[in-house]
Structure formats: structure tokens, C-alpha cells
């Protein structure tokens, strides 16, 4: 079936003065319900371009709707149906300057991948991916796949194709890159999810326990590569396109042997397993262990599953609200056990602020010093708080005992104000209402040394997420050495 997804969705009712002000009520409850009426509404394109994928730049539209429509329901419909209407026009009459036509999904998202192989803008025409801009190429594919919500393997064919950018993206990944993109595909030909991580262990994030397992070494790294680019071999005399099943029959054809001739270690991403102990002694074994050249390696990630993984989907406002404050967007303990407080203060009394999850996007690496923690409190998030814009101290009644009586709880009700603002129609809506629709508890973070995956639960409102930019996204806070890819998982 069709679908939408917009950039931004700009909606003006007017409703007749005469009708006095319950027309305009309605109206406005019609067009705050148009965002979820839009897959409905464009139904009615099954049979225009069929499989196409079409990205428009911009597109106006004036309609008139009956104002005394009781049924918001029915007048959001209504509304997405004009504006799937104004669609079909605009792809009868063909691409254009200012409409960009792919064959399907897997065509854009392999335009994506080539254009940043490239090193080309990405412009109007791959907006909706600019939130992975912080990743590599071969990062960017499998996380873009997601986002677009296309299989990777559809993809991976389109890549495939005769001057498709296959070879040119192998070529382009790093030893870490061809292990993470091997294992997508592998989870992707085996019928799966992509397994999060494989990536490299972090180091000292506070309130993780267990450990991952040991990072491969450079003959897994190079082994990757080689069956990544062995995979466009595979079709190089075969006649026609390839196809998803096509490439899951031949990367399962390639074996993942190491070049030595060794089969490759599995990965094992699992927290349970212990990780390899230390060399013991410091005599000439060590000496001989810890020389020769240095190798890349396709490592694991430290996994942690808590409640506070719904954090991430508020790190940008954070970064936005903190990072021209040097002391609270500092990468140190102290103000890492501020950042956390808050994010917490968001969510409430089920997560505090040593929730692991939480500590691990919020930068603490070892539990802060109180003092520390209430100096910054008293002195730089105080005079933070003096300055902020009154919209974002603005606190809904029903939340005066969660975001007043302390600087901290205030901070934490200017994050939900921000947060609060993307969401059309919930600006000023109160935190037990908001919360639980838009940030419910639960989630896992793979955190490694070259990115923190983090993978929250589908949320309540997840289309004013996806207009917002924040359903799937990448973000490199002012106080983490990495970026932090977020995606959600399926609605409820």
C-alpha cells in the first residue's frame, strides 16, 4: 500500500466566524489527526506508478472541507485524501526539477549510498536521511534501510547492479565497517534482524556489568571485506538483475573463512559471555604477545538493556539546550551525573539516574562525586535555568510535584518543554500524558568505541516522531567521543 513521509507538514484551518467557535475546535481536531490519517488517505494511489518511489520538494495545497463535520476522523481523512490527490497530479505529469523518481525503496536508499560514496550534498532529495550524516557509508546502508523501512538485501541488490556502487562502497569500508555490514547481511540471509553492535568493547561506562566478547582480529577484518567483494562476483555472469533471494543464496554460497584458511570466529554480541582474562606476568611472553603490527579488528559491543534507553530519543534537544554551556556540556563525570539527573527527571520516578542505560548516554563513565555534582547544580544549571526562553519553563498543573522545588526538576521539565515542541498538537500537554505516549520505558544500547546503537520501543506516537525527525536518527552529543544511531522499533 502507498505511504507518505514528510518533512514537515504545514496546516492552516480556517473555519467561517458565523459558526461560531465550535466549527474552528472541530477543525483543529481535524487537522491535528492528519498526520495518522495520511496512509489511509493515500490508499487511493494503489494504482498510480505502482512500486515507484517519488520524493517531492514541496507541495501546496487548498481545499475546502464541510465545517460542520462532527467526525475529526472523517475530516483528517478527507484532508489526506486532497493531498494524495495533489500527488497523483504532480506524478502524472513526471519528474521534474522539484520531483525525484526512484523505481522503489531499495532504488533511493542505494542513491543514498552512492551519493555519500561520493561526496555529494545530500540535498532536498535525501532530507529524511540527513540524521545519519555522523555514520560511514557502510554504517549508513543498513541503518538507512531501516529508516526507509525496506529489506537490506533489496538493497544490497540494487547495489549490485551493473555500475550500482557495490565494488566502490567495499573498497571504502574500513576493516570495523566490512565486519559490521558482513554481519547485517548475514542476519538479513539467515532471516532475521540485523543483531545489534559488533563493535569494539566501552571502556569504563559506569553501572555495566559483564562484559563483551574479545574483538576479532585483522584476519576476520580482512576475511569480511574479502567476502563482501566476493559477493558482486558471484553475479558477474549471470544474466539479469540480481534479487533479495538471489544475494541470500550467494553470500550463504561464500563461506566466512578467515584468509588463513581457519574458519572465522563467530561473533558473540551476548552480555553473558565472560570476556578473554588478561596475560598474567610481565616477563618475555607478555613482550612477545603485545608486539608486531597493529591489526584491524571487527570487535563486539557492550550490551545493556534497562529502562532508561528511552533517553536517547531525547539526547538532541539536551545537546541543543547544553551545548553552548561548556561546564554542564563538559565530557566529565560531574556533569555527566547532571546530564543524567535529568534525562531521568524526564521519565520519572521508575528510572533514576544510575540506570546504566541512562549513565551510558549521558557520558558518565564512573559514579560522579556528589559535591561535584551539586556544584554544578548550584552554580552553572542554576544560571542556566535564568536564562532560559518562558516557553520551556512553562509546567502543566498536573506536574508541579515532578518539575518544581529543586533546579534539577526544573531542568528536567525544560527537556520535556523542548522535547514536547516537536510533537504538533502536545506542546503544553503534561508529562504523565506525554511520557508514556512518546517515550515509553525500555530498550537496549550496544555501546562501542565507534558508535552507541540504541534501539527504544515503538512508541504511542510514532507518526508525530517521524515528522519531528526523530523515529530514526543519528546524533553526536557535545560530551560523547561517538554518535548515537536511534531507531524504534515497530508501533504498538
Known amino acids: 500500500m502507498p505511504g507518505a513521509s514528510l518533512g514537515s507538514l504545514d496546516l492552516l484551518g480556517l473555519a467561517p466566524r458565523g459558526m461560531g467557535p465550535d466549527a474552528a475546535d472541530r477543525l483543529q ?35 475546502t472541507v464541510p465545517a460542520s463535520e462532527p467526525d475529526a476522523g472523517q475530516q483528517s481523512l478527507r484532508i489526506a ?20 523518481r526512484f523505481t522503489g525503496r531499495a532504488a533511493y536508499v542505494a542513491a543514498f549510498v552512492r551519493a555519500r560514496l561520493a561526496g555529494a550534498g545530500l540535498g532536498w532529495v535525501f532530507g529524511r536521511l540527513a540524521q545519519l550524516d555522523p555514520l560511514p557509508a557502510g554504517d549508513a546502508l543498513p541503518a538507512a534501510a531501516r529508516l526507509v523501512d525496506v529489506p537490506l538485501l533489496d538493497v544490497v541488490a540494487e547495489l549490485l547492479r551493473p555500475g ?10 574500513t576493516g570495523a565497517e566490512a565486519g559490521r555490514l558482513a554481519a547485517a547481511i548475514d542476519a538479513a540471509a539467515a532471516g532475521g534482524a540485523p ?43 549471470m544474466p539479469g538483475a540480481p534479487d533479495a533471494s538471489g544475494v541470500a543464496s550467494a553470500w550463504r554460497s561464500i ?34 604477545r603485545d608486539s608486531g603490527p597493529a591489526r584491524e579488528t571487527v570487535p563486539t559491543a557492550t550490551l545493556i538493556s534497562s529502562p532508561g534507553a528511552a533517553a536517547a530519543t531525547l539526547l538532541p534537544d539536551l545537546d541543543a539546550l547544553l551545548r553552548e554551556h561548556d561546564d554542564l556540556a563538559a565530557p566529565d563525570d560531574a556533569a555527566g ?61 498536573s506536574d508541579a510535584d515532578r518539575f518544581e ?37 525500555g530498550g537496549r544500547l550496544a555501546v562501542g568505541d565507534e558508535l552507541i546503537e540504541a534501539t527504544v520501543p515503538g512508541a504511542q506516537l510514532a507518526v508525530l516522531l517521524a515528522l519531528a525527525g526523530l523515529d530514526a536518527f543519528a546524533h553526536q552529543p557535545a560530551w560523547l567521543p561517538v554518535p548515537v544511531l536511534v531507531r524504534h522499533e515497530d508501533s504498538p
Open 29 to 63: 481536531r481535524a487537522v491535528q489527526r492528519v498526520p495518522a490519517a495520511l496512509d489511509a488517505g493515500f490508499a487511493s494511489l494503489d494504482y498510480v506508478d505502482p512500486g515507484a518511489y517519488w520524493v517531492l520538494h514541496e507541495l501546496n495545497v487548498e481545499l
Open 81 to 100: 485524501r486532497a493531498l494524495a490527490e495533489a500527488v497523483a497530479l504532480v506524478v502524472r505529469r513526471g519528474p521534474s526539477s522539484r520531483a525525484v
Open 164 to 173: 550500482g556502487g557495490w565494488s566502490t562502497l567495499v573498497q571504502a569500508l
Open 195 to 237: 543483531a545489534p553492535g559488533h563493535r569494539s568493547p566501552a571502556q569504563g561506562v559506569a553501572g555495566i556489568d559483564g562484559g563483551a566478547a574479545p574483538p576479532h582480529g585483522g584476519a576476520e577484518a580482512a576475511a569480511a571485506r574479502s567476502r563482501l567483494a566476493r559477493l558482486e562476483d558471484r553475479f558477474a555472469d
Open 255 to 288: 563461506p566466512p573463512v578467515a584468509l588463513s584458511g581457519a574458519p572465522a570466529a563467530s561473533p558473540r554480541p551476548d552480555r553473558t559471555t565472560a570476556p578473554a582474562p588478561p596475560p598474567r606476568g610481565d616477563g618475555p611472553a607478555t613482550a612477545a
Open 337 to 397: 551525573g547532571v546530564r543524567a539527573a535529568i534525562l531521568a527527571g524526564v521519565l520519572g520516578g521508575a528510572v533514576e539516574a544510575d540506570d546504566p542505560s541512562i549513565a551510558a548516554l549521558a557520558g558518565v563513565t564512573h559514579p560522579p562525586e556528589p559535591g561535584e555534582v551539586a556544584a554544578l547544580v548550584d552554580g552553572p544549571l542554576t544560571r542556566w535555568l535564568d536564562t532560559l526562553d518562558p516557553p520551556l519553563a512553562f509546567v502543566h498543573e
Open 405 to 441: 522545588g529543586s533546579t534539577l526538576r526544573a531542568a528536567s521539565g525544560a527537556l520535556l518543554r523542548s522535547f514536547a515542541r516537536h510533537l504538533h498538537g502536545f506542546g503544553r500537554s503534561s508529562a504523565a500524558h506525554l511520557v508514556p505516549r512518546a517515550l515509553p520505558l
